[in-house]
């Protein structure tokens, strides 16, 4: 893996509002990155702050090995994809992706109308360019821009939620096409996206961002089974949080977690700087589970009460109490054949493992 992009201790602020705070950050050539994160949280600043249409107020941007201080936005390798589609509506669907061939007066025309076909087949739109871009549907008008962004071939392209004003199936299926996409070109992508599930999908690593700040970097798996912090692991899926009272720290971990008693846990799922006293410990609702009548299991078992019971179809949510655990037990069921969806006030046993379990800030 090469580096491609490196931000170094960049800084920025908007009059006396810290948008960015001491980013330092490295993106590989070919990654699939996000920046995810709560609105408000630097994403789109951080972004722009790549693609130039930022200053940074302190701090390095480098791409591709150089300084890009002195470099302006149009100069950049970069392109970017807006969530508005910001194509033409009184243009054709070819006009329109060769609007991204505007400064490329050298090229012929017969080339830019090859150059045009092959961008428009790379988004899954062959044989669409005399088409009225005003008479596309979302997802067609967002591949058009895609187009239009990837026909000089960028070192990056730059994502600014660009599926979020689709529906949700199309978003599934843009989604899919996007990686696609990603891999058959090589390009970096860097995505920015508050939706959890769209970076946890599309991403090689995520990068989540809280108040200007990198909360954690990894990829997907990681942040999901190992985030590093209480707000990490509530953004990123739902998670039950117990108090917890760590006894000793030696190869392996010894705690005390509410309502589940003493056990000892690896190191990898706790954060280094684990010492003896207070903590939190976290598992997730899919992780936990309900002993059914006729079921067995060789995990652990606990005794709880069930609170409340919401149906999906696919899943159930169910809240158990639990004695000596303050807030219920959240648990996520699979409705299997067989499984009935148990009521509110039925006796059950909760079933759970400390391998699923972390420690968090
Ligand atoms: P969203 O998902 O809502 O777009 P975001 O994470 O992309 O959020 P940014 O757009 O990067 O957030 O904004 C970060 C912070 O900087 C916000 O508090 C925003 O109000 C502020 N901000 C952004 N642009 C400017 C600007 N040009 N002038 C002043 N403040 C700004």
């Not at 920025?12 to 995810?36: Q, V």
């Not at 299991?297 to 149906?311: A, H, P, Q, S, W």
Request: aromatic share 6%; with cysteine.
């Amino acid at each position: 893996m090469t580096a491609l992009i490196t931000l170094t201790g960049v800084n920025k602020y908007y009059a006396d509002y810290h948008a960015l705070r001491d980013i330092n950050l490295t993106i590989n050539t070919g990654e699939f990155f996000s920046l995810l994160g709560p609105s408000g949280c630097g994403k789109t600043t951080l972004l722009r702050t790549i693609a130039g249409f930022e200053s940074v107020s302190d701090g390095v941007v480098m791409i591709g090995g150089k300084d890009m201080a002195d470099v302006p936005a149009n100069l950049r390798p970069t392109n970017m994809v807006f969530q508005s589609y910001a194509i033409f509506p009184h243009l054709t669907v070819a006009e329109n992706v060769a609007f991204g061939l505007r400064k490329s007066e050298d090229l012929d025309k017969p080339t830019k109308a090859k150059m045009v076909e092959e961008a428009l087949t790379m988004v899954g739109l062959a044989g669409y360019g005399n088409r009225a871009a005003h008479a596309l549907s979302g997802g067609q008008r967002q591949r058009v821009a895609l187009a239009r962004a990837l026909i000089l071939k960028p070192k990056v392209l730059l994502l600014d939620e660009p599926l979020s004003a689709l529906d949700k199936k199309m978003r599934e299926q843009m989604q899919v096409e996007l990686i696609r996409l990603q891999r058959q070109v090589g390009i970096t992508f860097i995505l920015v996206t508050h939706d959890q599930e769209e970076a946890l999908v599309m991403s090689d690593r995520i990068a989540v961002m809280f108040e200007g700040e990198i909360g954690q970097l990894a990829d997907p798996e990681t942040l999901y089974r190992r985030p590093n912090s209480r707000r990490v692991a509530s953004f990123i899926g739902k998670m039950n949080f117990l108090d917890a009272e760590v006894k000793a720290v030696v190869e392996e971990i010894d705690v005390t977690v509410q309502g589940l008693g003493r056990l000892k846990i690896s190191a990898e799922q706790a954060p280094e700087e684990v010492s003896v006293g207070p903590a939190v410990a976290g598992i997730r609702p899919e992780t936990l589970g309900i002993l059914f009548e006729g079921e067995t299991t060789d995990r652990k078992l606990v005794d709880g009460v069930v609170d409340e019971v919401v149906y999906y179809g696919d899943m159930t949510y169910y809240d158990v109490r639990v004695d000596g655990v303050a807030q219920p037990l959240n648990i996520a069921m699979k409705n299997l054949i067989g499984r009935p969806v148990l009521d509110v006030g039925a006796k059950t046993r909760v079933i759970w493992d400390e391998r699923s379990l972390v420690l968090l800030k």
